[in-house]
């Protein structure tokens, strides 16, 4: 069975950067796709990018370029996704997410973090 | 880009009621890769539905979903006190980009 599991809140100051990860097991990561969503509070769910672990081949959205970079290590088959410049726009819950046919069946439990100075 | 707006932005019903919610899409979509999630509060989204129409593992069937091109919908026949929650509907392209709606609160 696919789990994920990421690793703990995190606070930050306005101007650092964050590195968060999410563990895979189960087989998705040598078999799926992982994707990070985030969700500020009370707000809806965005897309920041996706990385095929395999082959350490990542893509982003354009919201984020520049900003976020998603990386696979393949010893602990764990992904970490990495957003620098954070403001206080970018408090929120980041989740990793995994699937098949566009859609993610499986979840991390999310990781909250807050940007405050 | 894909745009999805979702309707209602907030559905009130009873236990019992059918609710159906809509995803439109700013553009037809080219594949079926249209995904209805629900979320409640503290937790990460589940999914229900996926490929447009097919429930996903363990989803109850008063769930179901049909559409195509710019216009999808997500139908529960028979609300039950576990559904309120907020119902997100989700598209990928064949280019690797994802696109969430904004999300429909299902309250009582």
């Known amino acids: 069975q696919v789990q994920l599991v990421q690793s703990g809140a995190e606070m930050r100051k306005p101007g650092s950067s964050v590195k968060v990860s999410c563990k895979a097991s189960?087989?998705?990561?040598?078999?799926?796709?992982i994707t990070w969503v985030r969700q500020a509070p009370g707000q809806g769910l965005e897309w920041m990018g996706t990385i095929i672990p395999i082959i350490s081949s990542a893509n982003y959205a354009q919201t984020f370029q520049g900003r976020v970079t998603i990386t696979a290590d393949k010893s602990t088959t764990t992904v970490h996704m990495e957003l620098s410049s954070l403001t206080s726009e970018d408090t929120a819950t980041y989740y990793c997410a995994t699937g098949k046919m566009g859609a993610f069946d499986f979840w991390g439990q999310g990781i909250p973090v807050t940007v405050s100075s | 880009e894909v745009v999805l707006t979702q309707s209602p932005g907030t559905l009130s019903l009873s236990p019992g009621e059918r609710a159906t919610l809509s995803c439109k899409a700013s553009q037809s979509l080219s594949n079926s890769f249209l995904a209805w999630y629900q979320q409640k509060p503290d937790q990460p989204p589940r999914l229900l539905i996926f490929?447009?129409?097919n429930r996903a593992t363990g989803i109850p069937d008063r769930f179901s979903a049909s559409g195509s091109e710019t216009d999808f919908s997500l139908t529960i026949s028979r609300l039950e006190p576990e559904d309120f929650a907020v119902y997100f509907c989700?598209?990928?392209?064949?280019?690797?980009?994802?696109?969430f709606g904004q999300g429909t609160k299902l309250g009582i």
């Open positions: 189960g087989g998705a990561f040598n078999s799926h796709a």
């Open positions: 490929g447009a129409s």
């Open positions: 989700q598209h990928y392209t064949n280019s690797g980009v994802f696109t």
